[in-house]
């Protein structure tokens, strides 16, 4: 079975740090591109970062220079390192698995999600 689950979420305040992780098992994980992304309550959900099995590195403007992206393919998982939160980080996170050939998109799988709330 696939199972991609999250961990690290939790309540700080703006200005603060989080460090999320996502444990990967039952995919070939170094075939994989991961990613993180994000849901707000009425919000549509939204790309927060990916990494490739090479390590190249995808941000949109909204976290870039705060966020960083990781991976360990011996250790089967991913992080997200959250620097100088908002309060509009405020989110489920989830981590993502994406695999594709020759433009073919093959697998997609989600974990559970975990809640990032930063407020004072």
């Known amino acids: 079975q696939v199972q991609l689950v999250e961990s690290g979420g939790g309540l700080v305040q703006p200005g603060g740090s989080l460090r999320l992780s996502c444990a990967a098992s039952?995919?070939?994980?170094?075939?994989?591109?991961m990613g993180w992304y994000r849901q707000a309550p009425g919000n549509q959900r939204e790309l927060v970062a990916t990494?490739?099995?090479?390590?190249?590195?995808n941000y949109p403007d909204s976290v870039k220079g705060r966020f960083t992206i990781s991976r360990d393919n011996a250790k089967n998982t991913v992080y997200l390192q959250m620097n100088s939160l908002k309060p509009e980080d405020t989110a489920v996170y989830s981590c993502?698995?994406?695999?594709?050939?020759?433009?073919?998109?093959?697998?997609?799988?989600w974990g559970q999600g975990t809640q990032v709330t930063v407020s004072s």
């Open positions: 990494i490739t099995s090479g390590a190249n590195t």
């Open positions: 993502n698995a994406h695999l594709t050939y020759m433009g073919v998109n093959w697998r997609d799988y």
């Open positions: 039952g995919i070939t994980f170094s075939n994989y591109i």
